[in-house]
Structure formats: C-alpha cells, structure tokens
C-alpha cells in the first residue's frame, strides 16, 4: 500500500544534542510537510517543500533544520534540542496540481528531550 | 482571518450513542474541509472531505459530515458510537495557496463509556 512512513516512531535525545528525523512516502507526492503536535494541541506547521523549494513557516524557530535529498525522503534535523521541542513530529504529504489537494500523515516521531 | 473552530474540547459519549462533533470555518470563499482522527501516539488517519458537490459527505468507519454553507459549519456525525472511536479529532480547512495549507482546528477528545 502506498504510505507515509517515519521513523524512528519513539526518538530520545539529550537536551543540546543534534537529531535527526525521517520521512518517506510511496505516493509520489510532490509536497511534504513538517508538523510538531504538542500534547492536546493541533498540528503545527513547521515548513514543507514543494517539490525542490523549501518554505518555512515565519515562526519556526532556526533550531529547525529540513532536507529533502528527493522526491521520496525528507527530514527534520533539530540543531540543538531544547527541553520544549519534545513533541509528537508529524510528516505529511499532499500532490497539488490534482484538484484533490489532500494531506496524508504519517504515524508520527515522538520525540522525547532528557 | 482563517480560522477554524470546534466548541468542544471533550465530549463523553456511550457506546451505541449516537455522535455530531461540531466544527465552524471562517474564510472568504468555500474551503476544502476535512476531518482527521488521532488516536493516542498515533498519526492523523482521514476520514473524510468535502470539496463540493454533495454536501453530505460519507467516510470510513461509518462517519459522515455535512457542509452547510449558511452555518459555516461542517459537523461530523456518526449514528453508533463504538469504545473503538475514543479518539481526538481534528476538523481541518484547506485554503488555496501555492500549495495545500491547512488550517486545523483545536481537536475534540471524545471518550465512549462502555
């Protein structure tokens, strides 16, 4: 089946330590999108590519790094983890162009900072 | 501003009830509407949209959800609750961009008595 997959699904990390998150997707997409979940929160954007063009959302702190090597992987890097980045990492893929502009999430990183 | 709204933070249903999770949409023109659920440690699973047409949309898991336009709402039913359905749920809005932005709304917890 086609899918959004992440990995790992549990990340420890200690506070100041550089991570790294990865996505991948089977769909063939052409956007991919970051989102940290903070707990009884809704989904936050982080930034998303289109495509080769990165697009950071205006409040994402710099701490908040992305690559997308190609069409099917992409990653979060955190710089340097602070106690308030743990949170649930969600990526999401969408094909924009198809008149059915869907965002497809993956089971998400949960993301813990000791 | 766009923005989406869901009045209840937590509903307590029991099982066999019957369901309607509200959700109101604030935007210029007709968005592309959706409903997520999350279950605990999980990803966002879709289950259902509405782009236009027919207004009363049909899902999985027997949900359905219907878009009226002079309420601004897109409320989520469902006529038999199951334990299974104890999730958060997340109304979402699509708003023509470059790409797909999505604009979540807070969540909805719902917990099933036995």
């Known amino acids: 089946d086609a899918m959004v997959i992440q990995n790992p699904r549990y990340q420890v990390t200690q506070f100041g330590k550089p991570v790294t998150l990865s996505c991948s997707q089977t769909l063939n997409h052409n956007v991919m999108y970051w989102y940290q979940q903070k707990s009884s929160q809704a989904p936050k954007l982080l930034f998303h590519y289109y495509d080769k063009d990165f697009n950071n959302e205006a409040d994402t702190p710099d701490n908040f790094q992305s690559r997308r090597p190609n069409t099917s992987f992409c990653f979060l890097d955190i710089r340097s983890p602070g106690l308030g980045d743990a949170a649930m990492y969600l990526c999401a893929t969408s094909r924009v162009g198809e008149g059915r502009e869907t965002q497809y999430f993956g089971p998400g990183t949960r993301l813990l900072v000791l | 501003a766009q923005s989406v709204t869901q009045p209840d933070i937590h509903i307590t249903v029991s099982e066999g009830a019957s369901l309607e999770l509200r959700c109101n949409y604030s935007?210029?023109?007709?968005?592309?509407l959706f409903w997520y659920v999350q279950s605990p440690g999980q990803g966002l699973q879709l289950l259902l949209k509405y782009f236009s047409g027919d207004t009363l949309v049909q899902g999985i898991k027997g949900f359905e959800a219907e878009f009226k336009r002079s309420q601004s709402s897109f409320n989520l039913r469902k006529p038999s609750v199951h334990w299974s359905d104890a999730a958060e749920y997340f109304c979402a809005a699509g708003v023509k961009t470059s790409y797909d932005k999505v604009i979540f709304g807070p969540g909805t917890s719902l917990s099933v008595i036995p």
């Open positions: 935007y210029g023109a007709t968005p592309y």
